[in-house]
């Protein structure tokens, strides 16, 4: 063992330096506190190991919010963006979502010039060894060369670094992703803090050469320029977009994969581990799907610098040859060069009902995680729990209250109480189905709904906050002016030529909206509302057309907000509690509900244990 030696002091350490560890080494940093970043490899900061995108299906709305509140990823992905997409375009405004292609290396760069430069942030290079505490509080991080950082928190954000193991056929790999080196010191210290650890496997797809691809045999997928970007900082998007595009597997893609399961580690034995349910390997489709012809593939370019494409839907953990072969069963890529194989990853993460809603441990005062040892996947799930961390701990050691989003606040409030309320028995992915109160949680609206939580931790700046104010405004003064009058022949003319029955009376540029007529054609029939900015004509839009179903929402978010009133005691002995279940008092013992809202969505939690709570408040009151 090292001698110890002091590297010196710090409020807080981060430990990790990927989408969990930059936001909330960003958070610590910009409210104040002296903040160390520890990690592996100063070239791994801020990497994407997995497919060079950022947002996607309810991702999109976990950026926004990130944003809105004073984190980085939507600034840093508008910075480096090859493309922008926006999908489920024809479906609601709840569910539609924002996704960019962005350049892989520039993101990296560009992340690492934000940290490099912010006041109060020191970037170690460095593994975390031990986290080192004194009656039950942290007192600092040690490192495997015998360094000391003295410290009041930590937070640990090691993504799928610990212990990790990348699996390509029966040849297993002890390194993290990328092949840059894992980490295999902390968990014994993790499980000695009162963690409990298991694993969890995600995977990543093959790289090809893009010059060996025949593009010309695939569908193109072009980005889109009427839309607005991740941040409420952003002026606007990248002037030249990148295309990406479609393939597909095909029936002797299937025949390969289903004639060689005996060499498939998912198949024979070789990993067991929990994977991601929302993006199985190629391998678990076919198997899974067995009548179905094809599956879509979506080929993106890695970066601008670069001529590596990523394959997404076609992750595997095949061997070698036969990965080889599998990909060039794909029209289009009857040539092509693998530069990058595919692989599976196993890693150690803890049980999330071991944390607190704050993201701290439930028995060690001033220990945070956030990320991927948290059981969840994805780059925007991390940096959404980075950024609360890292404000949390911020919040903790200014002696102020702690900030817990409710499900009806943010996505980030619905992943929190999922991850500390129910847990995952797998790798967690945010979806919008998980969010009953979708429709109140837009992406237009992220930062009316959360800017002035941010600006009041002291994370959101001042220009954030007036931007925030000046849209809020404009929005309110457009619902204004489109329930207003509309000339009464113009209004007459467009319905008639729409075909809806011929108006009995005046209406307003509202009516015609919840007569389903799109406001850009509204716009266009009366010449109005021309320089108005398209995020605000949506907010506008969907407020006046969603207006009942809000209504409706709203009702159903003051109830719910009735019982996360209902605090219970922190000492409360369930045991004791006449009239519950077994099964009621062994869970709510073991995860201690903050509130009746957050007991009520326990699993194994009915509403008859829930009234016997409520009695058992009265008679207590």
């Known amino acids: 063992m090292s001698n110890l030696f002091s590297e010196g ?3 807080v350490v981060v430990i990790g330096a990927g989408h969990a560890g930059c936001e909330a080494a960003l958070a610590l940093a910009r409210t104040g506190f002296q903040t160390v970043m520890l990690t592996l490899n100063l070239d791994s900061i801020g990497f994407m190991p997995c497919n060079p995108s950022v947002g996607g299906t309810a991702k999109g709305h976990l950026v926004r919010e990130i944003d809105a509140l004073g984190g980085e990823m939507g ?6 963006a090859l493309q922008i997409r926006m999908l489920n375009r024809g479906k609601g405004a709840a569910v539609q979502s924002l996704r960019a292609q962005t350049d892989k290396n520039a993101y990296h760069r560009e992340m690492k010039r934000t940290l490099e430069h912010t006041k109060n942030l020191r970037i170690l290079q460095g593994e975390a060894a031990e986290i080192l505490t004194e009656n039950s509080c942290v007192t600092g991080v040690k490192t495997t060369y015998g ?5 009041r928190a930590a937070i640990v954000c090691t993504g799928v670094y610990l212990n990790a193991e990348t699996i390509t056929g029966e040849y297993i790999n002890r390194s993290g992703p990328n092949g840059f080196a894992r980490a295999t010191a902390l968990t014994q210290n993790l499980v000695t803090l009162g963690y409990r650890v298991r694993r969890f496997k995600t995977g990543t797809p093959a790289r090809l050469d893009g010059r060996t691809v025949d593009f010309s045999k695939m569908q193109i997928q072009e980005g889109e320029s009427d839309l607005f970007p991740f941040s409420f900082l952003s002026d606007g998007l990248p002037a030249q977009q990148t295309p990406c595009y479609l393939a597909y597997t095909n029936e002797k893609t299937h025949e390969l994969i289903l004639n060689n399961l005996d060499r498939a580690p998912l198949y024979n034995g070789l990993i067991s581990s929990a994977g991601p349910r929302y993006c199985p390997s190629i391998e678990t489709k076919v198997v899974r799907f067995r009548d179905k012809e094809r599956h879509q593939l979506f080929l993106e370019p890695e970066g601008g610098d670069t001529t590596e494409i990523y394959v997404q839907g076609l ?5 070698h040859d036969l990965q080889k072969q599998m990909y060039r069963t794909v029209k289009g890529l009857e040539q092509c060069e693998i530069v990058r194989y595919a692989y599976a990853i196993e890693y150690d993460c803890i049980d999330t009902l071991d944390i607190l809603p704050t993201l701290e441990s439930k028995q060690i005062k001033g220990l945070y995680t956030a990320g991927q040892i948290n059981g969840t996947s994805g780059y925007e799930e991390a940096a959404a729990q980075g950024l609360m961390a890292g404000l949390n701990a911020s919040l903790a050691l200014r002696n102020m209250p702690p900030l817990i989003l409710r499900r009806d606040e943010a996505y980030i409030g619905v992943l929190i109480d999922d991850l500390v309320t129910k847990g995952t028995d797998e790798p967690y992915r945010m979806m919008t189905s998980r969010a009953e109160f979708r429709l109140s949680l837009r992406q237009d609206n992220a930062d009316i709904r959360l800017t002035k939580i941010g600006y009041e931790c002291g994370l959101a700046t001042k220009e954030r906050m ?3 104010l000046a849209r809020k405004k404009e929005i309110e003064e457009t619902v204004t002016f489109l329930n207003a009058r509309a ?3 113009s209004a ?8 809806y029955p011929p108006l009995s009376g005046g209406v307003t540029y509202a009516d015609l909206m919840r007569r389903g007529i799109p406001l850009s054609t509204i716009r266009e029939k009366f010449s109005i509302l021309q320089d108005t900015d398209s995020s605000v004509l949506l907010s506008a839009e969907t407020q006046i057309r969603y207006a009942g179903y809000l209504e409706i929402g709203q009702k159903e978010i003051d109830k719910a907000k009735k019982m996360e009133e209902k605090q219970l005691p922190p000492d409360i002995d369930y045991e004791k509690i006449d009239g519950l279940r077994l099964e009621a008092r062994e869970k709510l013992n073991r995860i201690r509900p903050l509130n009746l809202g957050q007991a009520e969505r326990i699993s194994g939690v009915n509403p008859a244990d829930i009234a016997v709570l409520m009695i058992y408040l009265s008679l207590s009151e």
Not at 75 to 80: I, S
Not at 147 to 151: A, K, L, P, Q
């Open 466 to 468: 007036e931007r925030c």
């Open 9 to 11: 002091e710090a409020d």
């Open 492 to 499: 007459g003319e467009l319905v008639e030529s729409l075909g």
């Open 75 to 80: 600034v840093n992905a508008d910075k480096t």
């Open 487 to 489: 000339e009464q022949k």
């Open 147 to 151: 360094g000391v950082i003295s410290c």
């Open 315 to 319: 992750s595997t953990s095949l061997p």
